[in-house]
């Protein structure tokens, strides 16, 4: 499983890209993120949540492949799912230690 995760945006207008291979993290590691995935129950989540213009807020997608699926979420600050903040939290904070 893949898993591609890309913000933009913000007072600064940065973009970020992180692309994750569970296959290649612990197992740990890929739990907590399988886990958050399932939580968020991701492939069910709409393409595009309604929008919610917010100044100087951030846009981020997300995408996962699968073995046989790929769904892509488009969401923003003022539009994120509740059951997709999880997720996105734990996304950001990987990509902010890229930095």
């Known amino acids: 499983m893949r898993i591609t995760f890309e913000r933009s945006g913000g007072i600064m207008g940065a973009k970020s890209r992180l ?3 569970l296959n290649q993290l612990s197992a740990n590691q890929a739990e907590v993120l399988r886990k958050l ?3 968020a129950n991701f492939f069910a989540l ?6 919610r213009a917010m ?3 951030f846009q981020y ?3 996962v492949e699968a073995e046989l699926v ?3 979420v488009h969401t923003s600050d003022g ?3 509740p059951e997709l903040g999880p997720l996105l939290q734990e996304l950001s904070q990987r990509v902010r230690r890229r930095q």
């Open 61 to 63: 997608t997300i995408t």
């Open 79 to 81: 539009t994120v799912p």
């Open 19 to 21: 692309e994750i291979d």
């Open 46 to 51: 709409p393409e595009n949540p309604q929008a």
């Open 55 to 57: 100044p100087d807020g």
């Open 70 to 72: 790929k769904h892509t």
């Open 37 to 39: 995935l399932e939580e």
